[in-house]
């Protein structure tokens, strides 16, 4: 059975950092777009950063780019993402998701079909 589990979420205030990890079980990790996504209340879940796990391009939303540093860790089948600089419109549940392809875009949300349960970044002014 296919499981990713994201951990790291918290309540910092305006201008500090969290990191979020997504631990990828049931599949090959290799061989995969991966990709951290957000969705504020009463908006529309959008892509934040994403990555092809056998390396290459990674994407960034304009809004998070210098600020949020996406990796990954093979061995430990884990993605990340570094959050910097946090501003309180990152405030949202944040998600991992992944789909099966070797070649990877801009994360867009119907392209994926395996995701987490989630973690709640709260940034507070």
């Known amino acids: 059975q296919v499981q990713l589990v994201e951990s790291g979420g918290g309540s910092v205030q305006a201008g500090g950092s969290l990191r979020l990890s997504c631990v990828v079980s049931?599949?090959?990790?290799?061989?995969?777009?991966m990709a951290w996504f957000r969705q504020a209340p009463g908006k529309e879940r959008e892509g934040v950063a994403g990555?092809?796990?056998?390396?290459?391009?990674?994407y960034y939303a304009d809004s998070v780019k210098d600020r949020f540093t996406i990796s990954q860790d093979n061995v430990k089948n884990t993605l990340y993402l570094q959050m910097n600089s946090l501003k309180p419109e990152d405030t949202a549940m944040y998600y991992c998701?992944?789909?099966?392809?070797?070649?990877?875009?801009?994360?867009?949300?119907?392209?994926?079909?395996?995701w987490g349960q989630g973690t709640q970044v709260t940034v507070s002014s």
């Open positions: 049931g599949y090959p990790y290799s061989g995969r777009c």
């Open positions: 990555l092809y796990t056998g390396g290459g391009t990674t």
């Open positions: 998701a992944a789909y099966i392809s070797f070649r990877c875009r801009y994360p867009v949300r119907y392209d994926y079909n395996y």
